[in-house]
C-alpha cells in the first residue's frame, strides 16, 4: 500500500470524523440535570413516598366517626313454661327481629394525643420532603460527576487523537526516508511500532469516551447510545472558604436536618406515650330501630326507636404495666434520637474535614499539573520541529510524544479530581441546589 495513503487516510479518520459528529445537538450540564428529574426512577420512587406522606397529614385525629348498623334475624325454637300447675308448651315458636342505627362517636379529650398525633404526621412529612430534597442533591451530584467525566474523557481523546497524527506523520517520514536511503529501516520500524500503539491507545480512549456517554445516559434515563452531545469544559468555583463550608454544613445539610425531625418525632411519642395515663372523654350520639315479632308468645310484637345523646369519660386505672412499658421506651427512643444526631454531626464534621483536605491539595494539583502540561505541549512542538529538521532522533522524539500525554493524562484528571471534591463539598455543605 501506498505510504502517502495510507497517512491520508489515517488523518481522515482521525480529523474528518470529529467534524461529523459535531453536527449533533449539544446539551448542557443543567439540560442533563433535568432530563434527570424528570425521568430518573428513583426519584419517581422517593416522590411516591413523599406524597404517601401529605396523604396522611389531614384532621382525621380531630373528626368525629359516625356509622350505620342494619340487621335481621330469624329464631326458630321450642320452649316449656310451668308455672304451679299449669305447664305450657311452644313447639317451633318462630320470632323476626329488625334492627338497625346510626352512631356518632367524637372523642372531645385524649390527653391531647390527637394533636401530638397531627404533629408527628407533619413532622413526618417534613423527613419525606428532605429525603426528597436528599434524592434529587445525590442525583445533581451523580449526573454532574458523570458529565464532567464525558468531559474529561474528550479532553484525553483529543490528546491521543493529536499523538496519534503526530505519530502518523513521523512514521511517512520515516518511510520516505528511508526508501530514499537517508535513514535506516529501524527506524522506520520503530516509528511503525509506535503508530500501532498510539492507534491502540486512541481506540481505547475512544471506548473509554463512550463508556462515560453511557452512564451519563443511563441517569437521564435515554437512549444509551447517544453520544457526542457534549461539548463543554470542566469550569472551577472560586475556592470554597472552610468557615463558611462549616457554618452552611450545621444549618442545611439534609442529614442534620432529617435527625433534628427525628428528635422532634420522638419527643412527640414520649408526649403520645403519656397521653395514655390521662382520661378521655367521648360524646356519643345516634338513633336506634328495634323490632321484634313472636307471634306465639305472650307479648307478641315488641318495637322501639328513637335518638340518644350523651357524654361517657374512661380512665385506665390498671393495664398490667402496659402505658409505664410505653413511656419507658419512649424515653429511651428519644434518647438514642438526640445520640443518633449527635454522631450524625460528628460524622459530617469528619466528612468536610476530609474533604476540604482532599479539595485543597486538589487546588494545589491544578496549578502544577497546568503549567506541566503547557510545558509539554510547548516541549512537543520544539521537538516536532527539530525531528524534521533531522537534530533528534525518533526515540528521543517518542519520549516528548509520552511526556505530553502524560501531562495531559495528569491536568485533565486534576481538574476533574477538584470538581468532584468540590461538588462533595457544596453536597454536605448543603448548597449543591442553591
Same mark, same amino acid.
Given at each position: 500500500?501506498?505510504?502517502?495513503?495510507?497517512?491520508?487516510?489515517?488523518?481522515?479518520?482521525?480529523?474528518?470524523?470529529?467534524?461529523?459528529?459535531?453536527?449533533?445537538?449539544?446539551?448542557?450540564?443543567?439540560?442533563?440535570?433535568?432530563?434527570?428529574?424528570?425521568?430518573?426512577?428513583?426519584?419517581?420512587?422517593?416522590?411516591?413516598?413523599?406524597?404517601?406522606?401529605?396523604?396522611?397529614?389531614?384532621?382525621?385525629?380531630?373528626?368525629?366517626?359516625?356509622?350505620?348498623?342494619?340487621?335481621?334475624?330469624?329464631?326458630?325454637?321450642?320452649?316449656?313454661?310451668?308455672?304451679?300447675?299449669?305447664?305450657?308448651?311452644?313447639?317451633?315458636?318462630?320470632?323476626?327481629?329488625?334492627?338497625?342505627?346510626?352512631?356518632?362517636?367524637?372523642?372531645?379529650?385524649?390527653?391531647?394525643?390527637?394533636?401530638?398525633?397531627?404533629? !408527628?404526621?407533619?413532622?413526618?412529612?417534613?423527613?419525606?420532603?428532605?429525603?426528597?430534597?436528599?434524592?434529587?442533591?445525590?442525583?445533581?451530584?451523580?449526573?454532574?460527576? *458523570?458529565?464532567?467525566?464525558?468531559?474529561? @474523557?474528550?479532553?484525553?481523546?483529543?490528546?491521543?487523537?493529536?499523538?496519534?497524527?503526530?505519530?502518523?506523520?513521523?512514521?511517512?517520514?520515516? !518511510?520516505?526516508?528511508?526508501?530514499?536511503?537517508?535513514?535506516?529501516?529501524?527506524?522506520?520500524?520503530?516509528?511503525?511500532?509506535?503508530?500501532?500503539?498510539?492507534?491502540?491507545?486512541?481506540?481505547?480512549?475512544?471506548?473509554?469516551?463512550?463508556?462515560?456517554?453511557?452512564?451519563?445516559?443511563?441517569?437521564?434515563?435515554?437512549?444509551? @447510545?447517544?453520544?457526542?452531545?457534549?461539548?463543554?469544559?470542566?469550569?472551577?468555583?472560586?475556592?470554597?472558604?472552610?468557615?463558611?463550608?462549616?457554618?452552611?454544613?450545621?444549618?442545611?445539610?439534609?442529614?442534620?436536618?432529617?435527625? !433534628? #425531625?427525628?428528635?422532634?418525632?420522638?419527643?412527640?411519642?414520649?408526649?403520645?406515650?403519656?397521653?395514655?395515663?390521662?382520661?378521655?372523654?367521648?360524646?356519643?350520639?345516634? *338513633?336506634?330501630?328495634?323490632?321484634?315479632?313472636?307471634?306465639?308468645?305472650?307479648?307478641?310484637?315488641?318495637?322501639?326507636?328513637?335518638?340518644?345523646?350523651?357524654?361517657?369519660?374512661?380512665?385506665?386505672?390498671?393495664? #398490667?404495666?402496659?402505658?409505664? #412499658?410505653?413511656?419507658?421506651?419512649?424515653?429511651?427512643?428519644?434518647?438514642?434520637?438526640?445520640?443518633?444526631?449527635?454522631?450524625?454531626?460528628? @460524622?459530617?464534621?469528619?466528612?468536610?474535614?476530609?474533604?476540604?483536605?482532599? *479539595?485543597?491539595?486538589?487546588?494545589?494539583?491544578?496549578?502544577?499539573?497546568?503549567?506541566?502540561? #503547557?510545558?509539554?505541549?510547548?516541549?512537543?512542538?520544539?521537538?516536532?520541529?527539530?525531528?524534521?529538521?533531522?537534530?533528534?532522533?525518533?526515540?528521543?522524539?517518542?519520549?516528548?510524544?509520552?511526556?505530553?500525554?502524560?501531562?495531559?493524562?495528569?491536568?485533565?484528571?486534576?481538574?476533574?479530581?477538584?470538581?468532584?471534591?468540590?461538588?462533595?463539598?457544596?453536597?454536605?455543605?448543603?448548597?449543591?441546589?442553591?
Amino acid at each position: 500500500m501506498d505510504i502517502r495513503g495510507l497517512f491520508f487516510g489515517i488523518l481522515c479518520f482521525v480529523f474528518l470524523v470529529p467534524v461529523r459528529v459535531s453536527a449533533q445537538v449539544k446539551i448542557t450540564l443543567d439540560s442533563c440535570i433535568v432530563r434527570a428529574l424528570e425521568s430518573n426512577y428513583s426519584i419517581k420512587i422517593i416522590r411516591n413516598q413523599q406524597q404517601q406522606a401529605e396523604n396522611n397529614v389531614s384532621f382525621s385525629p380531630f373528626m368525629p366517626t359516625l356509622g350505620v348498623t342494619a340487621g335481621q334475624r330469624q329464631n326458630i325454637q321450642d320452649s316449656k313454661v310451668i308455672a304451679g300447675e299449669e305447664e305450657r308448651k311452644l313447639n317451633v315458636s318462630v320470632s323476626d327481629v329488625l334492627s338497625a342505627g346510626v352512631a356518632l362517636n367524637w372523642r372531645l379529650f385524649d390527653g391531647m394525643e390527637m394533636f401530638m398525633t397531627y404533629s !408527628r404526621y407533619q413532622e413526618m412529612l417534613g423527613i419525606g420532603e428532605l429525603k426528597t430534597k436528599t434524592a434529587v442533591e445525590n442525583l445533581i451530584v451523580e449526573v454532574s460527576s *458523570y458529565y464532567y467525566d464525558v468531559i474529561r @474523557q474528550h479532553s484525553k481523546v483529543e490528546a491521543a487523537r493529536h499523538s496519534l497524527a503526530l505519530s502518523a506523520s513521523r512514521y511517512a517520514e520515516a !518511510r520516505d526516508k528511508y526508501v530514499l536511503g537517508v535513514l535506516s529501516g529501524l527506524e522506520a520500524q520503530q516509528a511503525k511500532l509506535d503508530l500501532n500503539a498510539d492507534s491502540s491507545n486512541y481506540i481505547k480512549e475512544k471506548e473509554l469516551l463512550k463508556s462515560a456517554y453511557i452512564s451519563l445516559n443511563m441517569s437521564m434515563n435515554t437512549d444509551l @447510545q447517544q453520544h457526542s452531545y457534549v461539548d463543554d469544559s470542566i469550569t472551577l468555583r472560586e475556592p470554597l472558604l472552610w468557615d463558611e463550608l462549616q457554618d452552611n454544613m450545621l444549618q442545611w445539610n439534609t442529614t442534620l436536618l432529617i435527625g !433534628r #425531625r427525628d428528635r422532634k418525632v420522638s419527643e412527640l411519642d414520649m408526649k403520645i406515650a403519656r397521653a395514655a395515663l390521662f382520661p378521655k372523654l367521648d360524646f356519643n350520639a345516634g *338513633y336506634n330501630y328495634n323490632y321484634t315479632k313472636t307471634p306465639e308468645a305472650t307479648t307478641s310484637l315488641n318495637r322501639t326507636n328513637g335518638p340518644y345523646w350523651g357524654f361517657s369519660v374512661s380512665v385506665d386505672i390498671f393495664n #398490667r404495666l402496659e402505658n409505664r #412499658r410505653k413511656i419507658k421506651n419512649a424515653k429511651l427512643d428519644m434518647e438514642n434520637a438526640d445520640l443518633s444526631y449527635l454522631e450524625a454531626e460528628l @460524622q459530617m464534621k469528619a466528612d468536610l474535614a476530609q474533604l476540604y483536605n482532599t *479539595y485543597e491539595n486538589n487546588l494545589q494539583m491544578v496549578s502544577f499539573e497546568q503549567e506541566s502540561a #503547557r510545558v509539554a505541549f510547548d516541549n512537543l512542538d520544539a521537538a516536532l520541529e527539530r525531528y524534521k529538521l533531522g537534530e533528534l532522533a525518533g526515540i528521543e522524539f517518542r519520549e516528548f510524544q509520552r511526556s505530553y500525554i502524560d501531562a495531559v493524562d495528569r491536568e485533565v484528571s486534576a481538574i476533574y479530581q477538584t470538581k468532584m471534591s468540590e461538588l462533595s463539598l457544596l453536597l454536605i455543605s448543603g448548597q449543591i441546589m442553591r
